[in-house]
């Protein structure tokens, strides 16, 4: 998210949260398939695929912008404000943003070293992981946009 655009209201970063998670499941979804599938797309004409290493640094881009924007006090720090019961839920998030980024650095070092066939199982769980950590976060949201409701 560039600096010069305004930083929307809770809800309106609720909705932009949404949309980016929708963003990085297909990142996340690519760069599966790559890993699993990098023998056949390899031998298909005409499929250039982007390598593992190429995805893994959009991917820690994208997430390191995307921690950010939530760890942002408009996000995370208004979400608190606005419902305290989820501090702990919301603290619980924050400390698994950095462990996700460094697995992903982790990964693309070895990317540049091993067939992508040899990182798929770990980028399997990569994903699994990131997104069991999206499902508590959604899910907290709605939990608070009920609230907010009542």
């Known amino acids: 998210m560039p600096d010069s655009k305004p930083i929307p209201t809770l809800f309106g970063r609720i909705t932009a949260a949404s949309s980016e998670h929708s963003r990085l499941a297909a990142t996340l979804a690519e760069l599966r398939e790559t890993c699993l599938l990098a023998d056949d797309l390899g031998r298909s004409p005409g499929v250039a695929p982007r390598s593992p290493a190429t995805l893994l640094r959009h991917l820690h881009d994208t997430l390191s912008r995307h921690f950010a924007a939530e760890e942002s006090e408009a996000y995370f720090g208004a979400l608190v404000r606005e419902y305290p019961q989820a501090a702990a839920r919301v603290a619980a998030?924050?400390?698994q943003h950095p462990e996700f980024l460094a697995e992903v650095e982790r990964l693309q070092a070895r990317a540049l070293k091993e067939?992508?066939?040899a990182l798929a199982?770990?980028?399997?769980?990569l994903v699994a992981r990131y997104l069991a950590h999206e499902q508590v976060e959604e899910h907290?949201?709605?939990e608070f946009l009920r609230s907010a409701g009542d």
């Open 115 to 117: 067939d992508a066939t």
């Open 93 to 95: 998030l924050r400390e």
């Open 140 to 142: 907290l949201m709605r």
């Open 121 to 125: 199982a770990d980028v399997s769980a």
